[in-house]
């Protein structure tokens, strides 16, 4: 039974980490805050990230999570719910490496053992020269309709005129 017990805690964990391995960067840990008290296993809590754009210096977004406790969120079994806040804005000169498509994927996280996931896509308003990150959570069977959006104009900083994300857009 043991021998069961250990397979079935090492499959657990090694989906986990693939499912946390998905991203490029790994999102810095801000701070938690517990929300609800749990008796002998860990609290529901709030955890707030921060994550760089990958492709856009000079951009940071923060985020916050819930993350479930109890017995299910100790052993990474636990099914996250979609509730997820996003900001995002400009911390430096901002520099834009590459072209992108609109909606184009900027981060993702596993948010259950194999069937949700968190993502935070970037797209361009070009009229306005601004970008777009959009955080959502999609589900395999049914997706959700919970999201948050944050936008961040690009603006000069110092001496250093902005690109114009419309020039970084593909069709």
């Known amino acids: 039974m043991r021998f069961l017990t250990a397979v079935a805690l090492a499959l657990v964990l090694s989906f986990q980490a693939a499912g946390v391995a998905l991203s490029a960067e790994e999102p810095d840990l801000i701070f938690k805050k517990s929300t609800v008290w749990k008796f002998l296993t860990p609290d529901h809590k709030l955890a707030a990230y921060a994550i760089d754009d990958p492709l856009v210096d000079g951009v940071a977004c923060h985020f916050t999570v819930p993350e479930k406790g109890g017995v299910s969120g100790w052993l990474g079994v636990a099914e996250e719910v979609s509730d ?11 520099v834009i490496k590459d072209n992108f498509e609109q909606g184009e994927e900027m981060f993702r996280q596993s948010r259950s053992f194999m069937f949700k996931k968190m993502r935070i896509v970037r797209g361009c308003d070009t009229e306005r020269n601004v970008l777009v990150y959009l955080v959502y959570s999609d589900k395999l069977i049914e997706g959700s309709p919970k999201n948050s959006t944050s936008t961040v104009p690009l603006m000069p900083w110092g001496d250093q005129q902005p690109p114009r994300c419309a020039d970084y857009v593909e069709d």
């Open 84 to 94: 997820i806040s996003l900001a995002c804005r400009q911390v430096g000169p901002v």
